[in-house]
Structures are given as structure tokens and as C-alpha cells.
């Protein structure tokens, strides 16, 4: 039996109808007046945080893999203190009460 037919359906459903959702989200987050420049910002340190992990995993992987595992969840783990403890709450404000919060 393939391993993919143990796989709920609904799983893959739930996917599909999820992913266009978090793409047009994933736009909706920028002020007009630095939209262009915010979105190619993301992407470059998207681009490049993709490069760093495909460019040093095989390095790490040979070095230790327990050790490849243990320093990617570190950096997972700073990332979501950052997140927890510098990036403010923005739920149900505006774009212009979000702007004034981040300029004061």
C-alpha cells in the first residue's frame, strides 16, 4: 500500500483551500506609501534565509546531524521570542493606527 493513500483526503483539501488564503494575506500587510518596497525587502530575506539553509545543511549534516537538528531548532526557537517579544500586536487596528504605533 502506498504510503500516500494513508493519508486523509481532507488533509490535502484543508491544503488547497488554505494556501491562496495565506498568499493574499500575506499581501494585505503593507502601507500604501512603502508597499513596493516592503514586499521586495520580504522577499529578499526570504530568498536569502532559503539560500543560507540549502548552502549549509550538507556542511552541517556531515559535521553532526543531532547537531544540524539542534542548531536549526535554536534559531526557530530565537525567532519566536523575537516574534513573542518585539513584533507588536496589530489585531483589529488599521494600517494608520499600526504606522502610529511603530513611529512613536
Not at 513584533?87 to 513611529?103: A, F, H, M, R, S
Request: aromatic share 12%; charged share 10%; glycine share 6%.
Amino acid at each position: 500500500m502506498p504510503l500516500l493513500a494513508l493519508i486523509p483526503t481532507t488533509v490535502h483539501e484543508l491544503a488547497l483551500t488554505a494556501t491562496p488564503t495565506l498568499a493574499v494575506t500575506g499581501m494585505l500587510i503593507f502601507a500604501i506609501n512603502i508597499e513596493g518596497q516592503a514586499r521586495s525587502f520580504a522577499t529578499l530575506v526570504n530568498w536569502l534565509g532559503a539560500w543560507l539553509c540549502s548552502y549549509t545543511f550538507n556542511f552541517l549534516m556531515s559535521w553532526s546531524s543531532y547537531g544540524t537538528f539542534i542548531l536549526y531548532a535554536a534559531i526557530n526557537a530565537l525567532a519566536i521570542l523575537f516574534v513573542i517579544l518585539m513584533v507588536p500586536e496589530t489585531k483589529g487596528k488599521t494600517l494608520e493606527q499600526i504606522q502610529g504605533d511603530i513611529n512613536k
